[in-house]
């Protein structure tokens, strides 16, 4: 089924009507009619997706795009998403709040009063630079630098030297590869999706220059360091991403991930075998075989905010 988007205009709002299915195929052109609206000056955008049928990760990608980039002007973005359309409810609606990141939209059910003028906020000022902070030798630069770099790897799936988004659904790709998961089920779309939205709050803290890729040094000046004092900040990024991860390598009653389980996953993600192995035993912290979310989510934010020479280090950095 194709996407049809037809644009309108109501109260000062640039209105896009969207219907059909939101993929990997249709979705540039919703973000191409986001981008032109902008570049007409139109900052106040409501998408109605009521008629929407289907929606995958790169469909949440151009909505939570879509957010910054009316941020970013100052703007406004609108979301109409009633609780039941698009022949059998909405599914969009249900795929945000399962992977909650439904909460970062203004979302409404209906066309009533939600184009109405207020005033608009004064685009974000710029944060100084600063220059790179001078750190005392508590820690080698040398083991510094090495850690910095395993992290990037991590992340960086095809080695090409930067972050992007190709790297997010790659590394989805090989966990449901690992898994026997099929990418076109529920556990499978929400992964994709999970993997988007960790794109896009990545980008969102470390693309400087807004290349939509992440250099080495955008990574340890906008994610290490910036994160580096804040590992809850950087969990939340992450939780849609690892709450689907945990679905996919959970037993089959849902009660939690076995350290196995865990290990395989971290090896995935670009962990070195023993350090996977003893990552993963030590996260099953009462003995019992299985570990939390929370857990996992506390332990990979710990992980991926590096301390820098003179900070205290990071539980299992």
């Known amino acids: 089924?194709?996407?049809?988007?037809?644009?309108?205009?109501?109260?000062?709002?640039?209105?896009?009507?969207?219907?059909?299915?939101?993929?990997?195929?249709?979705?540039?052109?919703?973000?191409?009619?986001?981008?032109?609206?902008?570049?007409h000056g139109r900052h106040r955008v409501v998408l109605d997706l009521s008629e929407v049928l289907?929606?995958?990760?790169?469909?949440?990608?151009v909505m939570i795009a879509?957010?910054?980039?009316?941020?970013?002007?100052?703007?406004?973005?609108?979301?109409?998403?009633?609780?039941?359309?698009?022949?059998?409810?909405?599914?969009?609606?249900?795929?945000?709040?399962?992977?909650?990141?439904?909460?970062?939209?203004?979302?409404?059910?209906?066309?009533?009063g939600r184009t109405t003028t207020r005033r608009r906020r004064s685009p974000p000022e710029k944060a100084p630079v600063r220059p790179p902070t001078s750190y005392a030798p508590s820690m080698d630069s040398a083991e510094y630098?090495?850690?910095?770099?395993?992290?990037f790897a991590s992340f960086d799936q095809d080695g090409n030297g930067y972050i992007d988004r190709e790297d997010f659904s790659a590394a989805a790709a090989a966990l449901l590869a690992e898994?026997?998961?099929?990418?076109?089920?529920?556990?499978?779309?929400a992964l994709y999706t999970g993997a988007e939205a960790f794109w896009q709050g990545m980008a969102g803290i470390a693309d400087v220059d807004g290349d939509q890729r992440v250099s080495r040094e955008e990574f340890v000046t906008g994610a290490v360091k910036r994160l580096g004092d804040n590992p809850q900040r950087f969990a939340e990024?992450?939780?849609?991403?690892?709450?689907?991860?945990?679905?996919v390598a959970a037993e089959e009653d849902g009660s939690g991930v076995?350290?196995?389980?865990?290990?395989?996953?971290?090896?995935?993600l670009g962990v070195a075998e023993d350090t996977a192995q003893a990552v993963a035993t030590a996260l099953d912290a009462d003995g019992d075989g299985l570990i939390g979310e929370e857990e996992i989510l506390s332990a990979f934010a710990r992980y991926y905010c590096t301390a820098g020479p003179g900070d205290p280090a990071a539980p299992g950095a």
Do not use: Y
């Not at 037809?6 to 973000?31: C, F, K, Q």
């Not at 289907?54 to 990608?61: A, I, K, Q, R, Y």
């Open 179 to 189: 898994f026997g998961t099929a990418a076109r089920c529920d556990k499978g779309q």
């Open 145 to 151: 630098e090495r850690k910095t770099a395993a992290r």
């Open 237 to 247: 990024i992450a939780r849609p991403f690892l709450h689907a991860v945990v679905a």
């Open 258 to 268: 076995a350290p196995q389980a865990a290990a395989r996953v971290l090896r995935v």
């Open 54 to 61: 289907f929606c995958d990760s790169s469909g949440v990608g």
């Open 1 to 39: 089924m194709t996407l049809k988007v037809i644009e309108a205009e109501h109260n000062a709002w640039a209105v896009l009507h969207v219907s059909g299915e939101l993929d990997l195929v249709t979705s540039p052109a919703v973000r191409q009619h986001v981008h032109e609206a902008v570049a």
């Open 66 to 112: 879509a957010r910054r980039l009316m941020h970013s002007c100052g703007g406004d973005l609108r979301l109409i998403l009633p609780a039941r359309g698009a022949v059998d409810g909405s599914h969009v609606n249900r795929v945000l709040a399962a992977l909650g990141v439904r909460r970062l939209f203004e979302v409404f059910p209906d066309w009533h």
